[in-house]
């Protein structure tokens, strides 16, 4: 823009703020502090903050201001240069628990143990696709607002290695590295992601779909779910406290983002890449992200009084977002395609849509929307836009259109049991592409 | 004496030897491993813009980035302005979109219309 600008954010974002603008080409952006928070704050305290002090320096925010915009600038200022970032290959030579411990104290793991990504287990990893070790498989960034970094095939291979894959399972890891979409958005809502694999991969390297297919009991679900997490934290820089992960809490589905196999076998529906458009016979892995909030419902459908009203609570109860994610047990899903007459996918989201909603006015509460959607709304974008202008009593639907609301079938027919995830749809890709 | 000297010689030698050994084995003990980490990007430094010489005469615009509560927040800095500092002109505006959104519109206007920048990125 070429105007000088003085840009000011709350005090709990410094390590934020300084690691983007000097990876942006400003390290030395002249930012102005305020004590955090702002947002639900009394209007009386919001005043003494304008005319109090800046506590990472001591001065008065408003003379920061002032200074930020008419102090020459020095030569460093007017000249910030150019750095080549290189990232040697090697690390070491060191002994093993040496490495052990820098990795940890870099960050570069999860805290947990990892198999060392010696040159024999690396290669061993490539072994497992026909793809070439310096070909560049794609890009991932924190979020929107943080620059991309890219990473090669042998990258993947590297952070497989750690996360304790065997070489049969590099394809899908490859795949869910080639959606460049990362593990823990850097959202202060604390996000994570969901891996959900389809095709004929799953039983070729022994994926479970069945009893705990989403909890720790499975070798092929835990690591591949891990390895995304680690490549997520190493090849796009992601999942660094203040820098490039702000979730407030933190999310414990981030170990492994919740990676499992759809039952498809004990579905009544087509499987969910199929769904996608994708043929039943490829192998495909989709991701879904969020917050990944979730409310369950035991044994519904086998109770025949209010069912339905029921599932509507539970839809409803379920925090805003565009989609939600229902996972099912094949119980469930039996259920409703034979005996209550949803014999289609269509026919159980197009009901869940017409049946489930919220008033408008409850719906321009809540914070997420007013910050991510009313933007969109104003410059015309539906169905936001409708949304924002019927009255507050109005009821609009709970998601954005039958589509969104996505169903899988998984787990053992121990109880028919099933959930309602807040996790977005990001992106589906072809596994088979990576073999 | 002749017996001693030999002995202390055998002596010397084993020690040595076993610390050559010992230090052989650690040295191959000792291994590379690959780095984990990804390519990012050269950094391409971006100079900050000229600054002003003074505020007074000046228009600054005030953008709100769209944060909930940041709405408060610039309207107290618009009264301070005004209170203190009445040559200068303030113009709250809020940025369309959401807050990843780019706005070049705005900024287009700022550059035609004003002198400088005050933009809230919090919350």
């Keep these: 823009m070429g105007v000088p600008t003085a840009p000011i954010i709350t005090d709990r974002f410094v390590g934020l703020v300084k690691y983007k603008a000097e990876t942006m080409g400003m390290p030395l952006l002249r930012f102005i502090f305020i004590p955090h928070p702002i947002s639900g704050q009394p209007h009386s305290l919001i005043r003494e903050r ?4 800046d506590l990472t320096t001591g001065k008065p925010v408003m003379q920061e201001i002032i200074e930020a915009l008419t102090k020459p600038l020095s030569a460093d200022e007017k000249n910030p240069g150019y750095i080549q970032r290189q990232v040697p290959r090697l690390v070491g030579p060191d002994a093993p628990e040496n490495l052990e411990r820098l990795f940890l104290k870099n960050g570069w793991t999860d805290g947990l143990p990892i198999v060392l990504p010696t040159e024999e287990r690396v290669a061993a990893m490539l072994q497992g696709t026909s793809h070439k070790p310096d070909e560049v498989v794609g890009k991932m960034a924190p979020s929107g607002a943080h620059e991309a970094w890219s990473y090669t095939v042998e990258k993947v291979a590297v952070n497989a290695v750690m996360a304790g894959c065997k070489p049969e399972y590099f394809p899908v890891v490859l795949a869910i590295a080639s959606t460049g979409v990362i593990s823990s958005w850097s959202s202060t809502s604390s996000q994570a992601s969901m891996v959900l694999v389809n095709g004929r991969i799953r039983k070729e390297i022994g994926m479970n779909w069945g009893i705990g297919a989403m909890g720790p009991h499975n070798h092929a679900n835990a690591t591949i779910g891990r390895a995304y997490q680690l490549l997520s934290r190493n090849l796009a820089g992601g999942l660094d406290p203040e820098k490039t992960y702000l979730g407030t809490y933190g999310n414990n589905l981030a170990y492994n983002n919740v990676c499992f196999a759809e ?4 579905s009544p529906w087509e499987p969910f890449h199929v769904t ?7 192998s495909v892995v989709s991701i879904f992200g969020g917050y990944g909030g979730h409310l369950q419902i035991l044994g519904i459908f086998n109770v025949e009084a209010d069912w339905q009203k029921q599932l509507i609570r539970v839809f409803e109860g379920t925090a805003t977002s565009d989609s939600i994610l229902w996972t099912m047990d094949p119980l469930v899903a039996k259920t409703l395609s034979k005996v209550k007459g949803f014999e289609t996918k269509k026919k159980i989201t197009q009901w869940v849509y017409d049946h489930t909603g919220w008033p408008a006015g409850e719906y321009w509460s809540y914070s997420t929307n007013l910050l991510f959607k009313k933007g969109p709304a104003e410059k015309g974008v539906e169905p936001y836009a409708t949304w924002l202008k019927v009255p507050k009593d109005t009821r609009i639907p709970r998601v954005v ?12 027919e121990t109880n028919s049991f099933s959930s309602m995830w807040n996790w977005d749809y990001k992106k589906s890709a072809s596994i088979d592409k990576w073999r | 004496v002749k017996k001693q000297i030999s002995w202390s010689f055998i002596g010397a030698f084993l020690v040595s030897s076993l610390f050559v050994a010992f230090t052989s084995q650690a040295e191959e003990a000792k291994i590379a491993v690959l780095n984990p980490r990804g390519q990012p990007p050269p950094i391409k430094g971006i100079p900050l813009a000229p600054r002003l010489d003074t505020l007074a005469g000046k228009t600054v615009y005030i953008i709100d980035v769209r944060f909930p509560g940041t709405e408060i927040l610039f ?5 301070w302005f005004a209170a203190n500092m009445p040559e200068l002109k303030t113009v709250i505006r809020q940025k369309k979109g959401d807050y990843f959104e780019n706005d070049p519109e705005l900024w287009a206007e700022i550059k035609e219309k004003g002198h400088a920048v005050i933009m809230g990125v919090g919350h």
Excluded: T, W, Y
């Design chain 1, 50 to 53: 304008v005319a109090g002090k």
């Design chain 1, 263 to 266: 039952n498809e076998a004990d």
């Design chain 1, 276 to 282: 996608r458009g994708f043929k039943p016979e490829e």
């Design chain 1, 401 to 412: 259109s039958p589509d969104s609301i996505h169903l899988i079938v998984v787990g053992g």
């Design chain 2, 75 to 79: 309207d107290e800095m618009q009264k």
